[in-house]
């Protein structure tokens, strides 16, 4: 289980001290999938970077329990996966190289084990044609996907995505979003997900919950029942939806382009 408690993030430099996060508790099972949803410059960016131990925090704990012990979270002890909107892939390596990147720098590849396991993840995401290809030669599907597969073949403690599929086209997010379920599903690494989509968030999360102006949580549903579910005409999945549009709205989120 991943437990954040009573965590506090501020900006401080010589001219400014920016609050962004303050006093927020979220408690996530192993295997759960964790949408949040909330206003530009919420923090939920913020939150991420946090707990992927790129940014220091002021107050609160970040921790994982296994087996009633209690250990901080700690990028050097704990796998973290990342999908960020912009797939975070380096340019002068290959795709292959890219998704073998994080193993090696944790001295945990295997050649067999991992070569295999590539395979597999290529063959579900549909990017085995292009892993000896360099990322300036893939479209914005493809490498989507191949940041979905360098994240998942790290066998990931925690996954975190930020807005992972904002800069595909309609057409091309449906598709990744499809994949990426598949494979999460076959691995259920914990899971958070930041994004700015109402659909998005019932599809993918487990659990939704919406962040006010303020870095709070104004609405927070456990066991989401649309997860996994295609976006539908049924009328109590509208209803879920107005009732998020509203909540987001309430916390000053402009809604028109969900
Ligand atoms: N490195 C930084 N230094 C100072 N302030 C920052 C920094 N990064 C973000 N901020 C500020 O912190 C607040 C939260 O930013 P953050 O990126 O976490 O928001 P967000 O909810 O992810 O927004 P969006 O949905 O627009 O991506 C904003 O006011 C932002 O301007």
Redesign the pocket.
Known sequence: MLIINDLSIR?KSKSED?P?ISSLSLQLEKGESLAIL?P???????LINALSGSLPVQEGTMEFTDKGQYCPLNPKVHKIGYIPQNCGLLPWKTIRQNCLLPLKIRKEYDKYTHTEELNRLSEALNIKDILDKYPNQLSGGQLQRSAIARAFLLLPDLLLMDEPFSALDEITRTEARELFLEVWKNQRPTTIL?T?SIEEALYLGSTVCVFSATGGIVKYHKANPFFGQFESDNAVYLAEKQLLREHLMTAGERVDII
């Open positions: 900006y920016l962004v909330g530009s410059g919420c923090g939920k960016s913020t930041v700015h």
